[in-house]
């Protein structure tokens, strides 16, 4: 049966190539103290921090630079931003840059008025903030995550080799608004480009591979994977397609605004696996998605074989005729199989550094969660683990 929910995005999005324009209407809502956060220079290249500041100053702001956030942005990193925060006295937090550094200005948001550790509080404990929070405005670089749409918000302990997302309850910790110029992702390097595009694909899946009723949701899903899989070929042969760029970048807040969530339960294994081999590698987010989803998804196949035909027949395109349910299940799993070595994706997480030593690790980091087709035990998990490897 279709569930219950309660559905509210409060995210303004500015969308296209004047959408920076936004932040004229956006500025004079906060207070003077801006924390402008970005991530290792990319925006200093591309001129993107040089338009973004010349707004701040005609909006007659005060600006405290955040530079030099990480992509997986570590717990040590969020201790410096409180400081600097606090110090500042910030009243808005503009992140400007990809996943990464908007999930940081969210977890700084969380975390500069809170009188407890935020890591114990947020990442072990799981708890909600009780402290004032900040607002936060996104000015988007990277399409993939979803990140400007969304109350998430993934954070790394190098120290005890931890990668967790929280996914703060309250809709306050959504950025207020986001700029989303398809153009600003146009610089993005050949191996970030196709990981963003595969970590968009991967959160339609999460959805999607669960339940088993007649769901709005998946029919969403369906059209936007295809869009996805039409604009990832497109982009990837043309880095320069604008129409193409633009469909991704829409696709991706799409598919992780909360929406496609709504009245059914979710998987999240691809990412639970996909964190923990972070937490041991560093490694780029999508790819380390790529890596494991087809060892994982071939697992779970025989028992969700109805979910995994028609992904085939309605995303892949896949004839069914004459062949077992099963037979066609796979051909959509092989469909995808190519796609992903068409875009040029890190299909093994041999070469993302996994050794077979950090297996039992990765294993015991690896959170399982029950929304999906199969709940995992954890030798289930080592087999996944190890077949990634190849
Ligand atoms: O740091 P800079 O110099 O800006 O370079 C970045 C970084 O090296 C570069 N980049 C970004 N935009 C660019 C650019 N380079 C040139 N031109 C541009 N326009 O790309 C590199 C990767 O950036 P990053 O922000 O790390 O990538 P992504 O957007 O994939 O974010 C990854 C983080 O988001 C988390 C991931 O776990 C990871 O920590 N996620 C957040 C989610 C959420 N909030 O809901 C969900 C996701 O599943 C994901 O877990
Ligand atoms: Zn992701």
Known sequence: MFGNFTYCNPTKLYFGEDALQGLRTELPRYGGNVLLIYGGGSIRKNGIYDEVLALLREAGKTVTELPGVMPNPTVDKLYEGVRL???????????????????????????????????????????????????????LTMAGTGSEMNAGAVITNPGTKQKIGHVFADERIMPRFAVLN???????????????????????????????????????????????????????????????????????????????????????????????????????????????????????????????????????????????????????????????????????????GVTPGMLPGIADATIVMGGGYRRLERDEILEILKESMQ
Request: negative net charge; charged residues 20%; proline residues 4%.
């Open 85 to 139: 925060a606090r110090e500042s006295r910030a009243e808005l937090l503009l992140a400007v840059g990809g996943g990464s550094v908007c999930d940081y200005a969210k977890a700084l948001s969380v975390s500069v008025n809170c009188r407890e550790d935020p890591w114990e509080k947020y990442y072990v404990r799981f708890e909600e903030p009780d402290c004032p929070t900040l607002p936060v405005g996104c000015v």
């Open 182 to 352: 398809p153009r600003y992702t146009m610089t993005l390097p050949h191996y970030q480009m196709v990981a963003g595009i595969y970590d968009i694909f991967n959160h339609i899946c999460e959805q999607y591979f669960s339940g088993e009723d007649d769901s709005t949701s998946d029919y969403l899903s369906e059209g936007l994977m295809r869009s996805v899989i039409h604009s990832g070929r497109l982009a990837n042969r043309n880095p320069q397609d604008y129409e193409a760029r633009s469909n991704l970048m829409w696709a991706a807040t799409w598919a992780l605004n909360t929406l496609l969530s709504r009245g059914k339960s979710t998987d999240w294994m691809v990412h639970m696996l996909g964190q923990a081999v972070g937490g041991y590698t560093n490694a780029t987010h999508g790819m380390t998605l790529a890596a494991v989803s087809l060892p994982y998804y071939r697992h779970i196949l025989p028992y969700g074989v109805e979910k995994f035909r028609r992904f085939a027949v309605h995303v892949w395109g896949i004839d069914p005729a004459g062949k077992t349910d099963a037979q066609t299940a796979q051909e959509g799993l092989q469909a995808m199989e190519s796609w992903m070595r068409e875009l040029g994706l890190v299909m093994n997480t041999s070469d993302l």
